[in-house]
């Protein structure tokens, strides 16, 4: 099992309708399609006073890698390119993967 983390920087203006859609667009059909699953959204926290930007994490668990790549190829690419072409440049993003270590006796 792996944990499929998106970390996206969005501009103030558009945070309250990008939090929305990603709520209620993005995360539904990511986690809709059965291979990603137990979705996450977290803010990043900063001691940053004057940010330009909030950042917040959006995690998926899925099985291996095979099968992130099997999504993101019939999915995940146009899910996000609906993303980008909805908020432009205001809302960055970069995708990071997640192994869980067991600690001991787990």
Known sequence: ????????HIEQ???????????TDYIPKAS????LTHPALRR???DEEEVK????????????VD???YWLETQ??????KLISRFGNQVVGFSTLLEDITLGDE
């Open 1 to 8: 099992m792996i944990i499929y983390n998106i970390t996206f």
């Open 13 to 23: 203006e558009v945070l309250t309708e990008c939090l929305e859609y990603l709520k």
């Open 32 to 35: 809709g399609s059965g291979f």
């Open 44 to 46: 990043i926290l900063t």
């Open 53 to 64: 930007n909030s950042s917040f994490s959006v995690q998926f668990q899925v099985k291996n």
């Open 67 to 69: 099968t992130l790549q």
């Open 76 to 81: 995940g690419r146009a899910l996000h390119q």
